[in-house]
């Protein structure tokens, strides 16, 4: 499986593309990665609220999967809330993990599911250029600009944006194709847990009696997606 990821085929269950989508290239990926962490030293858009900017990549994967949604922000340089989401196959995800430092947790949506969420990939134009676009337009893209710092280009994230106005991006659980962990034995907050009796196997109303044991419940998504692995080398196949 990790020649397949470092060939850019993360995805094992290739869903149907719909008719008038072309099949990928070998630059391109049927799989898109939402990050759930960000790069050190990286600013937060103004409206992140704190208990946001507070989680760690591993909270913020958790809150995704037990609710269902991702919540969208409004980017730099635009004026509508979006989902970000980056499209990198193989070598471009390592390089994402490894050169750039961005942090090995993410979930993985088709493009198929975000083209027909809305979603699309954006423009890195100058900034004179984006600067003319309406605003419910900006969002499409994320200038090249120099800060008097230095030159912001932003174009190794290839990011793809779902336009969000209402500011979250509800899931249903097949549309997540893969979930990427830092941490192979880490797993989600179960949903619900069921009780039942560790001889007989009859179910119980809580843990009353010793023989209890717990079954946990974890979220669809989680259950049902392809789970990769950043070993700190490569990204690994886990299930």
């Known amino acids: 499986m990790t020649s397949a990821i470092m060939s850019g085929m993360i995805d094992p269950v290739t869903a149907p593309l719909p008719p008038l989508l072309m099949p990928t290239g070998p630059g391109q990926s049927d799989l898109l990665i939402h990050f759930c962490g960000r790069r050190e030293n990286s600013l937060f858009t103004p409206d992140v609220p704190a208990d946001i900017r507070e989680m ?40 994402m993990i490894r050169d750039r430092g961005m942090l090995p947790w993410g979930i993985l949506l088709r493009r198929s599911d975000v083209i027909a969420a809305g979603g699309g990939g954006i423009a890195y134009p100058p900034d004179a250029v984006h600067e003319q676009w309406p605003t419910d337009i900006q969002v499409w893209g994320n200038p090249i600009r120099n800060d008097g710092r230095a030159l912001m280009d932003f174009s190794w994230e290839r990011e793809w944006r779902i336009p969000v106005p209402g500011g979250a991006f509800f899931l249903q659980p097949q549309a997540v194709a893969a979930i990427l962990v830092g941490d192979q034995d880490w797993t989600p907050t179960p949903v619900a847990t069921e009780w039942v009796n560790g001889y ?22 989680w259950t049902n997606a392809v789970r990769l692995y950043w070993d700190g080398t490569t990204v690994v196949h886990i299930q």
């Not at 004026?79 to 499209?87: D, F, G, K, R, T």
């Open 56 to 95: 760690n990549p591993e909270q913020r994967l958790d809150a995704i999967l037990t609710s269902q949604s991702i919540r969208a922000f409004t980017p730099f340089r635009a004026h509508v809330p979006a989902v970000c989401l980056s499209e990198s196959p193989g070598l471009h995800l390592v390089h």
């Open 200 to 221: 007989t196997g009859e179910p119980l109303p809580g843990p009353s009696v010793p023989e209890a044991i717990a079954l946990p419940h974890y979220p669809e998504a």
